[in-house]
């Protein structure tokens, strides 16, 4: 094998190894550890439990499709919105009691109007609070649905517990970073067979000649 060649194999495996990086450090967790969907109409008590994938913090929140408009909708969450908005009617009236015990050990209690903080995109929802976890430690979360609102029960909520979103743009960055790394040295393993590949050619080619003029 040319040292070409032997060259190409080695990047070309480098770039495999850091391909495979990229995909499984990624895809070796689940972002999104629980979800369960709540009627907001009625009076109820949900029950989530996960087991903490890492030492992080996981995020708890209510998520829901996009049904009114985006500030109404924010405010029917109690979401904060731009002082030049005014909600009129369309006023935080759900209110959620939530508790987070790790075992017997309660870690966190509080109510959904606690919290103003929220996100949007293809869903709009609202974050009820972060907390810290410790890898391969079970959790409950229990919510109880204390003032309903049956106007958002057309924008199917549910409950989320997630790893946090920090937490979660970091290994994108660092998956996404490995998995172009890949692309590049494929690109350089490519490149570098084929350049040896010419030059073989060419010092075969050049060979004959020079044995035909002799």
């Not at 040292?3 to 190409?8: D, Q, V």
């Not at 194999?9 to 972002?31: H, P």
């Not at 987070?100 to 966190?108: H, L, P, T």
């Not at 949007?120 to 972060?130: E, M």
Request: with cysteine.
């Amino acid at each position: 094998m040319s040292l070409a060649a032997k060259m190409s194999a080695i990047v070309f495996l480098l770039a495999l190894f850091s391909f495979l990086y990229g995909y499984i450090s990624y895809e070796k967790y689940d972002w999104v550890a629980a979800e369960k969907p709540i009627n907001v109409a009625v009076h109820g008590e949900y029950r989530i439990s996960f087991r903490s994938q890492m030492d992080a913090k996981y995020e708890l929140k209510l998520e829901t499709q996009r049904a009114f408009e985006l500030n109404e909708q924010k405010c029917l969450l109690g979401i904060k919105i731009s002082d030049t908005f005014r909600c009129g009617d369309k006023i935080e009236r759900l209110i959620l009691q939530w508790s987070i015990s790790e075992g017997s050990n309660e870690i966190a209690v509080g109510r959904s109007n606690d919290s103003a903080f929220g996100f949007w995109g293809p869903t709009i929802g609202k974050s009820l609070y972060n907390f810290q976890t410790e890898k391969g430690k079970d959790y409950e979360i229990k919510v109880q649905v204390v003032n309903t609102d049956p106007s958002l029960a057309v924008t199917n909520p549910s409950l989320k517990i997630s790893i946090g979103r920090s937490v979660h743009k970091d290994a994108v960055v660092v998956s996404s970073l490995a998995i172009y790394l890949s692309y590049i040295l494929a690109s350089i393993a490519a490149l570098t067979w084929l350049v040896g590949f010419v030059y073989r050619r060419w010092i075969q080619k050049h060979n004959k000649q020079r044995q035909a003029d002799a």
